[in-house]
């Protein structure tokens, strides 16, 4: 039987600011109605009933995971966890093992999870091609041919007159790394070199025999794992590596199926440029804004405020309420290079928005000084946040709507809308949600440390 295996466990720094450590792109509504993780399920959802979907993705993100596949009915044990990211050879071998347990001759769909497809029947076409070389035994990746001679992909070069009319697929020669500019126009020139989509199709079994022949290391540790209870055992161990340096690189068995639809990798801003309808003088304007004779910018904006532009030309402009991105376009793949500064200067933007989600519901912080931070808390409903306390801040909390159930230092009562209850510092307290509509309520934290980590849990 079709097996998909989702990779969503990246970070997409290339979407900063709007994609943060926390909220990764692939968990964003960037086109349609859906996030572009949910539109990889409806696509594998045409060829696979849900209990055959797999998804692979980080410990850290499994609530908003687990919001977003709940109309999907795809089983829990599904999901598989990786307690920290290896890239994406032990995350696909990972499901591999689990998968070949319940089926021995399963054959793997491996997608990512930020792809853009327009075309449903012909990408359903190719998958099925791919899916009858994958039963001959044969690694398959779907090439898409290059549109334009661009740096952000890596590429795959076929061998010449490789092609078998009757499976449509090709040989390939070989794997490369995203070129620089000189390199990708000969390779655009060149009819033998096709963008690497990062999407593969293969038997289990055969996946594992090329694991165990070329990453002998990592085969043997994912062999110890018989179920996801074993997994936080084995992965602390095991090494970073691709897929594409640590097998793709290497086989002798790897084929290329030609994507016969239109594809997208949304790996930067700027590839939003080839799938969202432009007005006519070029621009792609999704914000509040004023322009007066700018060509060919783009403007997205997840705040509330208005963007003004004059006469620019070939920019990106990207607005969050804590942190705004302006990019000549053509730069568009150094904005990880930002991400990376914003790490290094231990700066909470690359981490996480104003808005933290939460399992409960989500927080924004509002205002923060010198002794006091205010925030507005919206809790979902039926849900709570877990017995606390605090060593060095005591928390004033007002109903803005709903009705809360506080447990507090004078016992358990009842706050409505418009009531107020203050919680001293070092007093065991927890908040709840008994309504079946959301809780809102304002909180003013005062102490001389304000942080996340002056958090005693007692309970869940």
Known sequence: MNYGVILAGGIGSRFWPFSRELEPKQFLRVIGKGSLFQSTIIRLKQLMPARNIYIVTNQAYLTELLKQVKQFSIPRENIVLEPEGKNTA?????????????????????????HYIKDINKFNFALRQAVACAKDGFLVTLGVKPKSPSTGYGYIKVKPKSKRLRAKYYTVEKFLEKPDLAKASRYFKDKSFYWNSGMFIWKAAVFMDEVKLYLPRLYKQIMA??????????????????????IMEHSRKIVL?????????????????????KDAKGNIIQADSIDLGSRAICIFSRGNRLITTIGLRDLIIADTPDALLICDRNRAQEVKKVVDQLK????????????????????????????????????????????????????????????????????????????????PRGAKHRLENPKNYPLKIVEVQTGSYLEEDDIERLEG
Not at 225 to 246: E, F, N
Not at 411 to 420: C, I, M, P, R, Y
Request: with cysteine.
């Open 344 to 423: 290094l200067s231990k700066r909470k933007e690359h981490f996480a928005h104003l808005m933290e989600k939460r399992h409960w519901g989500h927080y924004t912080v509002l205002k923060q000084a010198n002794g006091f931070k205010i925030k507005i808390i919206e809790i979902e409903p039926k849900k709570s946040l877990s017995l606390q306390r605090h060593k060095k801040r005591a928390e004033h909390w007002v109903v803005v709507s709903g009705t809360a159930k506080v447990i507090g230092p004078s016992g358990t009562k009842l706050v409505k809308n418009n009531q107020s209850v203050y919680i």
């Open 90 to 114: 032990p995350a696909i071998a990972l499901c591999a093992r689990l998968i070949q347990q319940r089926d021995k001759d399963a054959v793997l769909i491996v997608l990512p999870s930020d």
């Open 225 to 246: 794992i018989k179920d996801t209870r074993d997994i936080i055992k084995v992965w602390h161990r095991i090494s970073p590596v691709s897929v594409d340096y640590g």
């Open 257 to 277: 199926v030609p994507a016969g639809f239109d594809w997208t990798d949304l790996g930067s801003w700027d590839a939003l440029n080839e799938v969202l309808a």
